[in-house]
């Protein structure tokens, strides 16, 4: 059966660096697109990055890009995210995400999510 | 990269049908049929309920169902149920290659 396990997240001060892992199991890592995906609490879904099955394509949300970096190690069937400059706006808990294959949209499994908090 | 526009709340009674929309522009829901809505439950991941505008992952209740017009998706769940009261997200493919959510909705059961 997929699973997603996400783990890194913690507390971290203004200006701080976290990197979040997502471990994949129960299926062929390599074929599918991944996504990170973040909710601040009480609010709503914000995708943050996508990175192509290759790790060749990766797109961010304008408001990480030159802070975060999206990268994936399909040997072992793992994705990661690393947090540079972090702000209170991110705290949130984030998500990874499997992207259905080929000319299709949705995201058919993500994980159980882990808390990232950035305070003083 | 603007969140798509969902309405805060609606509300139905157990055996209704209700909608709820997902505006967009022509640069994500309306040019492309890459449209997907999530259900979730308070501390739960989300789930997969449409994708590509108007189809079901197995395992999906028929009586959730999606649409579009123009540049406005919707998500149609009939026969309400107790358990369909959650939060409800659409998200869209973008023509710069990204990836948009709507602000959310939240479906109450009366």
């Known amino acids: 059966q997929e699973q997603l396990v996400e783990s890194g997240g913690g507390l971290v001060k203004p200006g701080g660096s976290l990197r979040l892992s997502c471990a994949a199991s129960g299926f062929t890592f390599s074929d599918y697109y991944m996504s990170w995906i973040r909710q601040a609490p009480g609010k709503g879904l914000e995708w943050v990055s996508y990175?192509?099955?290759?790790?060749?394509?990766?797109y961010y949300v304008d408001s990480v890009k030159g802070r975060f970096t999206i990268s994936r190690d399909n040997a072992k069937s793992s994705m990661y995210l690393q947090m540079n400059s972090l702000r209170g706006e991110d705290t949130a808990v984030y998500y990874c995400?499997?992207?259905?294959?080929?000319?299709?949209?949705?995201?058919?499994?993500w994980g159980q999510g882990i808390l990232v908090t950035v305070s003083p | 990269q603007s969140a798509l526009t969902q309405p805060a709340s609606v509300s139905g009674s157990p055996g209704q049908s209700i909608t709820m929309s997902c505006t967009g522009t022509?640069?994500?829901?309306?040019?492309?049929?890459?449209v997907s809505w999530y259900q979730q439950h308070p501390g739960n991941a989300p789930k997969l309920m449409i994708y590509d505008v108007s189809n079901r992952p197995s395992g999906v209740s028929n009586r959730f169902s999606g649409s579009k017009s123009g540049n406005t998706a919707s998500l149609t769940i009939s026969g309400l149920q107790a358990e369909d009261e959650a939060d409800y997200y659409c998200s869209s493919y973008t023509s710069i290659n990204t990836r948009v959510f709507g602000g959310g909705t939240k479906l109450t059961v009366l």
């Open positions: 995400a499997r992207e259905r294959r080929g000319y299709s949209y949705g995201y058919e499994y």
């Open positions: 990175i192509s099955s290759s790790g060749n394509t990766i």
């Open positions: 022509s640069s994500d829901v309306g040019g492309y049929n890459y």
